[in-house]
Structure formats: C-alpha cells, structure tokens
Nanobody, 125 residues
Framework: QVQLVESGGGLVQAGGSLRLSCAAS????????MGWFRQAPGKEREFVVA????????YYADSVKGRFTISRDNAKNTVYLQMNSLKPEDTAVYFC??????????????????WGQGTQVTVSS
C-alpha cells in the first residue's frame, strides 16, 4: 500500500511557474512507475507526464512538452513536477499516481494502482 500526497499547487499568472511535489509513504516509491494527471472542471482526467522507476525514462503529453519537467528523488520518496510557462488551459486539479504494473512508463490511468488526493493549480490570464 502506498499513500501519495501532492502539494505545491496554487494561483499563478500566465507565464509563471509552479513546482508540485508528490510525497509517498508506506512503501518505497522506487518500486513504482509514477505519473502526473490532471482534471479540469467538466472534463475527464488526462495524462500529463510519466516517469520510469529509475527516472531514466520519461513521457510527456504534447500539451506540456517543453514546459513541464518530471523528476523523482527515490531517496526522498518524492516525485516532482516543475511547471513553467503556465497557461490558463493548464488550470486543473493535478494528481500523482503510482503503478506497480508498469515497467517503463504509461499514460493509461487504469494501470495506476494508487492516487493522491490532488492539488489545485489555477493559472490566471
């Protein structure tokens, strides 16, 4: 069992930056591929970025490529999402997720076993 807690969300102006953190407890996060997803009001949850267990491989949604960066510190049991050049359309609740099924990385929500409660990111124009 893994518990995930996101933090770092908030209100930022367009063009600004935020850094989200996902702290894991219960089991070491190095056993899991990790992902970030987001859900805007009235929309389905969508994939943002994923990272392999070692951190050696990453996969980004086209909408965030070049602006967002995922990283992980397995020693701290934490995964990060650095978000730069934020746009109003990035406004959403951001969730981190852990998968024991994925050996590399995946954008598929059903492959993730554990989810955090989410953190709100609001980007004003």
């Amino acid at each position: 069992q893994v518990q995930l807690v996101e933090s770092g969300g908030g209100l930022v102006q367009a063009g600004g930056s935020l850094r989200l953190s996902c702290a894991a407890s219960g089991r070491t996060v190095s056993n899991y591929a990790m992902g970030w997803f987001r859900q805007a009001p009235g929309k389905e949850r969508e994939f943002v970025v994923a990272i392999s267990r070692s951190g050696g491989s990453t996969y980004y949604a086209d909408s965030v490529k070049g602006r967002f960066t995922i990283s992980r510190d397995n020693a701290k049991n934490t995964v990060y999402l650095q978000m730069n050049s934020l746009k109003p359309e990035d406004t959403a609740v951001y969730f981190c997720a852990a998968s024991s099924k994925v050996t590399g990385y995946s954008s598929r929500t059903y492959l993730y076993d554990y989810w955090g409660q989410g953190t709100q990111v609001t980007v004003s124009s």
